[in-house]
């Protein structure tokens, strides 16, 4: 008797921490006019309000460009979409999408990439910014944002974030080495007042090709920045690990702190696993949740006193791919990612930025969940299916709006992707 006493205990220990609502909040489509829309990403503006901004492919000339709008709160729906003209024919990529972020005053700057076609590198290309100082109304011409302009590279997988001073910082992975350095090199620069990105510093050497990165700032005014990098431990005898790790700056962004692990997954693959990490900050507590294949593979979680070492990485789910964690007003964070309905060998890009060669190796086709994740400051977990598995859904974002989640995400159809959105309260 005691023993089954013992058993249910520990069950309802188990159910405790981790507890799974399953009716999934009603969603509904952006309303877009391209024929396919892909890569949404929320941002706020300057006073705070939820903007989701994505990538709408035209149905007369097939390019794609940037577009955002802002959420009304009031009415649950997005108002009308901006357009970036400047924009025209960016590229699509999911990991690396088109991003929209505000100035403290207001301005508006779009980020977004191009690729060129006929350069020998299918890979290159390069970093494009626009400016808009009267709300979207008018645009300037694309400008590059870092000061090679060479065609030769490829320079990709970019994130924004404003500065406690207003301003807004943005990094990114960038060939120009070329040849000489095994992958990728990490990039950062910054606006200036009343102007757009002026200098860029190379902060690392040595990063995966293609995995998303990520640039968060906290209200003291620290710059958090993760990545995949590429490493050769000794032990490992030469083999390619490709592992996220952390850097800091706590002086707006004129020193950085040297690399640090966020977890040492001794990931050994010599490919782009096209899965970035994220980031967020509660209260002087910085989580991070990224995707690896070192040892199980999933996705995992971890937790650092801000310039201290992280804790030892936690499996947050096996399931998942693509997270996107954000700090909730309450001291929670709230984390979403897609899970696929059927177990899927891992497929990844080889590339080679400077050489121009490279293959993508693509899985089958599968249906996919958007799963809400939200993690209190005890470490229990509530988790929710967003949508309902039956369609491919992935890469989806979220953002707080008043007491709501807000989450977007693709969905793949027969006639062409889309994005959808639901509202949850936490």
């Given amino acids: 008797m005691n023993k089954a006493i013992t058993i249910a205990l520990s069950v309802l220990v188990i159910f ?11 969603d509904q489509r952006l309303q877009t006019e391209g024929i396919a829309a892909v890569g949404p990403y929320f941002t706020k503006d300057h006073k705070g309000i939820p903007v989701l901004c994505w990538t709408e492919q035209n149905g007369k000339d097939s390019l794609y460009i940037l577009k955002y709008a802002r959420y009304d709160l009031a009415k649950a729906v997005f108002g009308p979409a901006i357009t970036v003209p400047a924009s025209a024919g960016c590229s699509a990529t999911a990991e690396s999408m088109g991003k929209i972020a505000f100035k403290s005053d207001g301005s508006v700057v779009a980020l977004f990439s191009r690729r060129f076609p006929t350069e020998k590198n299918p890979y290159a290309g390069a970093i494009y910014y626009s400016l808009s100082a009267d709300a979207g109304k008018s645009w300037s011409a694309a400008k590059f944002l870092h000061s090679d302009t060479s065609h030769a590279y490829g320079r990709s997988f970019f994130d924004i974030a404003r500065l406690k001073n207003g301003e807004l910082a943005a990094i990114w992975l960038d060939g120009r080495f070329g040849k000489a350095l095994k ?32 640039i968060l700032t906290d209200a003291a005014g620290n710059i958090h920045l993760a990545y995949r990098s590429i490493s050769f431990p000794d032990p490992l005898a030469g083999k390619q690990v490709r592992d996220m790790v952390y850097k800091l700056s706590t002086d707006n962004g004129k020193t950085f702190s040297e690399v640090k692990p966020i977890s040492h997954d001794n990931w050994e693959i010599e490919g782009c696993p096209h899965s970035g990490p994220t980031l967020a900050v509660v209260k002087n507590t910085l989580h991070a949740v990224w995707f690896t294949a070192g040892g199980s593979p999933g996705l995992y979680s971890t937790q650092a006193d801000i310039g201290a070492d992280f804790a030892k990485r936690q499996l947050a789910t096996a399931e998942g791919r693509h997270p996107q964690m954000i700090a909730l007003v309450d001291g929670q964070t709230a984390m979403v ?27 089958p086709a599968a249906v996919a969940k958007i799963v809400l994740r939200i993690q209190a400051a005890d470490h229990k977990t509530t988790s929710l299916n967003v ?12 953002t707080q709006a ?23 309260e936490p």
């Fill in 183 to 214: 992958g990728s090199a990490l990039f950062y620069s910054q606006t200036e007042k009343g102007k757009g990105f002026e200098r860029d510093t190379c902060l690392d050497q040595g990063t995966c090709e293609c995995c998303r990165t990520a």
């Fill in 16 to 26: 405790a921490s981790c507890t799974k609502k399953s009716s999934s909040p009603a």
């Fill in 387 to 398: 949508s309902d598995g039956l369609l491919l859904d992935h890469h989806a974002v979220l």
């Fill in 337 to 363: 990612c897609e899970e696929s309905a059927i177990a899927e060998p891992e497929h990844h890009m080889k590339m080679d930025h400077s050489k121009g060669t490279g293959m993508m190796q693509h899985g």
């Fill in 402 to 424: 008043g007491k709501q989640i807000l989450i977007a995400w693709v969905r793949d159809a027969h006639h062409g992707a889309q994005i959808h959105y639901a509202s949850v």
